[in-house]
């Protein structure tokens, strides 16, 4: 078994990728230690394959090349980075070297003197944008609340290669990696790292990507939409059942007609529960069927290994 395989998911990183390879070589020539690049190019749109084809016929030892035939997503490719790594520990980093390739000594460090399953790299000062920034924050801050999690990670991470294997019985379509990690182990530990600013092309992580994230992180890893349609429901009945008593003393004692306004209060009431109810169970019902029909998380188009 190798000491290492760094899983690297690529999506229009042409600019990078060779600086990329250079800088984990150099790294890990360093620590003297064996390993693998694992390069899982996303269904991009510009020359990334043709790169990485070139770099795995000048380094046939030290890469595993691989392409989907569409674009996954960054945790579905990561994923199949996974069922091909020989390493005993697992480092994942992004392919814009946002993340200096270096920062992996201190990740060794960390996980090696505090004995961890999960080594992640914390950013002292996030260079993303300001959307992105927001999102982030919020995805960490919900995990924490509702889903007891460390509410810290990233995509710079190291890991045990048990718990990927672990982790690889998770075979659903969609996969936030944090979240399934922290089921297995509470051996976590995390280290300050840099974070350079982004010097080519543009985020794959556009504002409605993120949106679209959050909202499945949310409906597959929590209960909290059936949460709020419970609690609001009461919530709703409580005032309603309070203003039709209203209605019902003034009718009482003081002969005042109900008439239209008290109607429509009412229907609105009880509609607006009703509809936001049945959108919540829509939600769910989408995401059971896509598990049910059982879509794989990604597919490979072309493998060298």
Not at 32 to 59: A, M, P, R
Not at 67 to 87: D, I, S, V, Y
Not at 121 to 132: L, S, V
Not at 177 to 182: K, P, T
Request: net charge positive.
């Amino acid at each position: 078994m190798l000491d290492f395989s760094v899983i690297v998911p690529v999506y229009n990183s042409e600019e990078t990728l060779v600086e990329l390879f250079n800088r984990l070589s150099v790294v890990f020539n360093e620590l003297g230690s064996t390993y693998e690049i694992i390069f899982v190019e996303d269904g991009g749109v510009d020359h990334s394959w043709e790169i990485i084809t070139k770099l795995k016929n000048d380094f046939p030892k030290q890469i595993v090349a691989i392409k989907l035939n569409k674009n996954f997503g960054q945790h579905n490719a990561t994923m199949c980075g996974f069922t091909f790594a020989k390493g005993e520990r697992i480092i994942t980093i992004d392919d814009d070297l946002q993340n200096p390739p270096e920062e992996i000594k201190k990740l060794v460090k960390t996980y090696e003197e505090n004995n961890s399953d999960i080594t992640y790299g914390i950013y002292t000062n996030k260079q993303h944008d300001f959307a992105r920034n927001v999102m982030s924050k919020s995805v960490k801050k919900s995990s924490k609340v509702f889903m007891k999690g460390t509410g810290k990670g990233s995509s710079f991470r190291i890991i045990n290669h048990k718990i990927i294997r672990r982790l690889l019985e998770h075979n659903i379509t969609f996969i936030f990696i944090d979240e399934v990690l922290q089921w297995y182990t509470n051996r976590i530990s995390f280290v300050a790292v840099e974070h350079k600013k982004r010097q080519f092309s543009k985020s794959g992580y556009s504002s409605r990507k993120l949106f679209m994230l959050a909202s499945d992180l949310t409906y597959y890893y929590t209960n909290i939409p059936l949460k709020l349609m419970v609690y609001g429901g009461m919530i709703i009945s409580f005032f309603s059942f309070l203003l039709a008593l209203k209605f019902i003393v003034q009718k009482l004692f003081y002969d005042v007609p109900l008439g239209y306004t008290s109607v429509i209060v009412a229907v609105l009431f009880s509609t607006s529960i009703i509809v936001f109810s049945l959108g919540v169970i829509g939600g769910y019902l989408s995401r059971i069927q896509l598990v049910q029909n059982k879509k794989p998380q990604f597919h490979i188009e072309k493998l060298l290994d």
